[in-house]
Structures are given as C-alpha cells and as structure tokens.
C-alpha cells in the first residue's frame, strides 16, 4: 500500500529527498518588506541571506494556513493514507493549521486516513524522524504501525543545537533578552536542546564557540553510548565546511552506521542565523 509522507516548511531535507521518496512540502511564509514568500518555494536559502542581511531586523515568519493543508491532502488520492510530520507546535501555529484542515477534508471524504504527529523538533529533527519512517515503508511495514511507532520516536529524539549568534532567536521572541544579552558581552556559547515539550531549553554555557562545538560532540554520548546502527542528521546555516569537519569528527567517536548534512532553509536560518549547527539523533532505550 502506497503512503504519503508530508513534512512542513519546519523540516530540512537533504537536496533531492522529497523528489526520490516522493515527500510533499507544505511551506511556511516570510515576510518581507517587499511581500511575503513561500519559503524554500518562492525564495531560496541564497535569496533569504541576501534579504536578512539588508535589513535591520528579523523578518517575521507565520504557518501554512489551514487552506494550504487542506489543498496539499486534497492532492492525494483518497485512497492514499497520509503521514504528517509537524514543526513542533510549541513554536508555530502549523500543526494547529495542520489539524484544522485535516479536519476541513474529513468534513468531505471522512474514509480518508490522514495522521498529523507533532515531532516536538525542527529542521533536522524532523527529516531524522522522516528518514526512520521511509526506512520502515521500504520493509512493507503497515501505515498504522509506521505512525505508532513514529511517535515513539519523537519521545527518542534528541536535537541538540549550538548558534554562532543568538542575536535571531532573541529578537524573534524564541529565548530571554536577558540571558541572550549576557551571552553576547561575554562571548558566552548557548548549547540549546529541545525539550520534552519541543520548547527551546539552554542546557550549557559556554565560553568560545570551539569549545562549545566540542562539548556538542560530548554530549551526544549523554544521550548514546554509539551511535552504531543509528543515523544522525545534522542541519547548517551556512557554514558547510565547519559542519562537514564536526560531522567527521562525530563519526570518529560514535561510529554512526548513517549521516546527512543538510543546509537551514529559510525558515529555521531566521532563527538559528548563520553559523548555526543543529543535530539530531535516538537516543538509547531506556
């Protein structure tokens, strides 16, 4: 039985992901002074930088409407179970929208099968938990079994990010002015988490960002005695060659069996802003 997975514009996917495994995109919105883009459709991550840097504050972002969902479902055959993978809802309206108009459809087509999950992550958190779930379709395992054991993959995910600069997340409202003020002035590195709850939480503080990308590799180990066996996605805003080295150097101490680099796109570098590097992985069973 076919499946379509769908991911919204909170997802990072590696270059040529959706079009081999067939994943539907349901973009968030920018907007600048000039209008308001479909990010990653109507506006490259090249163009975002471009327009980020000539402007003296961050743009605002907000959610696919539940119209846009609605119009992505009625896109799918009806016959075709679908598999939504939502920016955590505790930072974006999207898997409210997502559920309304999911909603919206049934109110037509109630026969249709239609699971929306909040990951409780972003960017590569999400195409990790994306990546397991293709794995369990290309082994013939049941729609019904994929979402269960989805979910309990969002309880085992662990996104862990370090920002070059807090500058984004402060003025876009995501962490305390204050903390993220002391951080800048001493040249404190934040090393953030998501939390249980998909929130952003700052677990570290450290001084200098070598330091504080090698206590990122440390804590991997907090979490995952190896990573033999496992994938590990990391997303990078702008600054491949640093991530490709933190990504060798990941792989000299936990062996993973699987890694994807993948670059921000528009939507979390609003945030993250250039330099950031963020990455995903399972944790041990418990």
């Not at 990653?40 to 327009?51: A, S, W």
């Not at 369990?136 to 309990?152: G, L, Y």
Request: proline share 3%; with cysteine; charged share 30%.
């Amino acid at each position: 039985m076919g499946i379509q997975f769908m991911v919204d514009g909170g997802a990072d996917l590696p270059q040529g992901f959706a079009e081999k495994f067939n994943i539907k995109e349901i973009p968030l919105n920018i907007h600048f002074d000039d209008g308001v883009y479909k990010a990653g459709v109507e506006l490259t991550t090249d163009q975002y930088y471009e327009k980020f840097n000539a402007m003296e504050d961050i743009p605002k972002t907000s959610a696919p409407s539940p119209n846009d969902f609605y119009e992505a479902f009625k896109e799918v055959d009806a016959n075709t179970p679908i598999l939504l993978l939502s920016l955590t809802k505790n930072l974006s309206a999207t898997y409210q929208n997502a559920v309304i108009g999911r909603d919206m459809i049934l109110d037509e087509e109630p026969d249709r099968e239609i699971e929306i999950i909040n990951t409780k992550t972003a960017s590569c958190g999400v195409t990790l938990l994306l990546n397991e779930a293709i794995k369990m379709k290309v082994k013939s395992v049941d729609f019904h079994e994929i979402v269960n054991q989805t979910k309990q993959n969002v309880e085992k995910t662990v996104t862990l990010f370090s920002l070059k600069t807090v500058e984004n997340l402060i003025k876009g409202g995501r962490l305390d002015k204050f903390r993220g003020t002391i951080a800048k002035t001493l040249n404190i590195k934040l090393l953030m988490k998501a939390s249980d709850e998909g929130e952003i939480e700052v677990t570290e503080k450290i001084r200098g960002e070598k330091k504080a990308l090698r206590r990122l590799i440390e804590q991997i180990g907090e979490y995952s005695k190896t990573l033999e066996g496992k994938t590990i996605v990391m997303s990078q805003g702008n600054c491949e060659s640093r991530a490709q080295k933190l990504m060798s150097q990941i792989k000299e101490q936990y062996n993973q069996d699987e890694d994807y680099t993948v670059e921000m796109g528009p939507l979390v570098a609003n945030y993250a802003g250039e330099g950031g590097i963020v990455i995903s992985f399972l944790e041990d069973d418990q």
